[in-house]
């Protein structure tokens, strides 16, 4: 699929290259508008649906959960965002699926699920995302996904979330991209597999099915949204609009040189160093447009503990940043990803090695994030805003006197977040951080979705 090209009057967009995958065709900014405006209607629509149905109470109640569309390439063309850190999850589990799978290997009614954090991009274990691909006319269209925290997914604790794990094999079931129904008929071996490697196998399925649900409709939706595009318009609307996301971020004071600032979290430093850098323009061979440049590799080695995280995290880090402090309307895709660099060295703990345990990461993902907004803070200092409190995570588990059937139950505490200089934050907060340190921020142009609840992640 090819770039949107705007018709903007204060700018003149360079023709494509003669090999580009797509001619040259100007879209009206009004039609690219509604499109955003149906397509981010079928992911609420997704969202809600997924809320609704989930059976336990992480996605139901604390709607610890997200949805999105991607095209055909596994691009985001639109999510919704209930939990930032899941903005960087959905392009790489749908390539782990794209890849997983040949063309000609997925028909429709297809649905495949994935949870393992090396080959796709889930945070942890028990983040489980389901993929369906959407077909029109016999041809891929696009994937609708969804991911959600599971109350248990195997291991040696409750909840899947052992601090003495010192690789992945100890922090649960990983799947790779795997086929979980083909022509709508569901694979029970699969089923089978999840509900004997988890303490709560009801609550698990049970949610699994909620979110092929949301992905179901979300397919109908998308089907009806193609009929409704004007013919041979819609590849270019479906590509994320970089072009859109480059001029929003343009309209900041760009940093002069390098930023910097790092965090501790525990005995270990997360340091992040910000500059502007040439990339390639997605519009041209030849141009070239500034990219915000993210570097870790002053961060700490991996920890032999599970609080490692994946790149896939770091870059829904550097995207939750860059929103919040830049435009918390901002149109969320991968166009936004295509404007961001980021890189750490190998075996980092930003950025660790199979199979390095990473199930506990929301010390260091609080530690990187606190770093980047202090380092980002230089190019916007009027959105300066004071360290969040972190957060630590109570998981009960058990079996039942009276059923003999397992539970597992999550509580997530947290101190103070969202003091800057003009207002104090808030105090005494409970659930999932990254929620409620938006929360906290809302009133200084830091919320990026509609209110939320807590959840456990």
Not at 171 to 193: K, M, S, W
Not at 324 to 343: C, E, F, K, Q, T
Request: aromatic fraction near 4%; proline fraction near 6%; include cysteine.
């Amino acid at each position: 699929m090819g770039t949107a090209l705007l018709a903007d009057d204060d700018e003149a967009e360079p023709r494509l290259p003669s090999d580009s995958v797509t001619s040259r065709v100007i879209i009206d900014a009004v039609d690219l508008e509604v499109v955003k405006a149906s397509l981010s209607g079928i992911v609420q629509e997704m969202q809600n649906s997924l809320f609704r149905t989930g059976f336990s109470t992480i996605v139901r109640e604390s709607q610890d959960a997200s949805c999105a569309l991607m095209n055909a390439k596994g691009e985001v063309v639109a999510q919704h965002v209930v939990l930032p850190l899941h903005i960087g999850a959905f392009p790489a589990c749908t390539a782990a699926v794209i890849d997983g799978v040949s063309a000609t290997a997925s028909h429709e009614g297809d649905a495949f699920i994935i949870n393992h954090p090396y080959h796709g991009g889930s945070p942890h274990a028990p983040d489980i995302a389901v993929i369906t691909p959407v077909f029109v006319g016999g041809e891929l269209f696009g994937f609708c996904g969804s991911i959600a925290h599971k109350s248990d997914i195997g291991g040696p604790v409750p909840g899947s979330c052992s601090g003495q794990a010192r690789e992945i094999f100890n922090e649960g079931l990983h799947l790779p991209a795997v086929r979980y129904q083909r022509g709508y008929r569901p694979n029970t071996d699969i089923e089978r597999l999840i509900a004997a490697n988890s303490r709560t196998p009801e609550l698990v399925l049970g949610d699994i099915r909620g979110q092929l649900g949301a992905d179901r409709l979300g397919e109908k939706r998308a089907q009806r949204a193609r009929r409704q595009i004007r013919q041979g318009q819609d590849p270019r609307l479906l590509r994320p609009p970089a072009r859109r996301c480059r001029k929003r971020s343009s309209r900041r004071r760009s940093p002069n040189g390098r930023t910097a600032a790092s965090r501790r979290s525990g005995s270990s430093t997360m340091t992040a160093s910000i500059w502007n850098s040439p990339c390639a323009s997605m519009s041209s061979s030849t141009s070239t447009a500034t990219a915000l440049h993210f570097d870790f590799s002053g961060s700490a080695d991996q920890t032999k503990g599970p609080a490692n995280i994946r790149p896939p995290l770091v870059q829904a880090a550097c995207a939750y940043a860059l929103i919040s402090l830049i435009d918390p309307n901002m149109y969320v895709s991968s166009g936004l990803a295509a404007r961001l660099r980021h890189d750490g060295a190998r075996r980092q703990r930003a950025q660790p090695a199979l199979p390095a345990p990473v199930n506990t990461y929301n010390p260091t993902i609080h530690a990187l994030v606190d770093a980047i907004f202090d380092a980002m803070s230089h190019i916007v200092p009027g959105n300066v805003r004071a360290d969040g409190s972190g957060s630590r995570s109570i998981i009960l588990g058990g079996r039942s006197t009276y059923t003999g059937k397992g539970y597992v139950q999550y509580e997530i505490i947290a101190g103070g977040a969202g003091a800057r200089a003009s207002k104090d934050g808030a105090s005494g907060i409970t659930g999932q951080p990254e929620q409620r340190q938006d929360r906290a921020d809302r009133d200084h142009r830091k919320r990026i979705s509609h209110p939320h609840r807590c959840a456990s992640s």
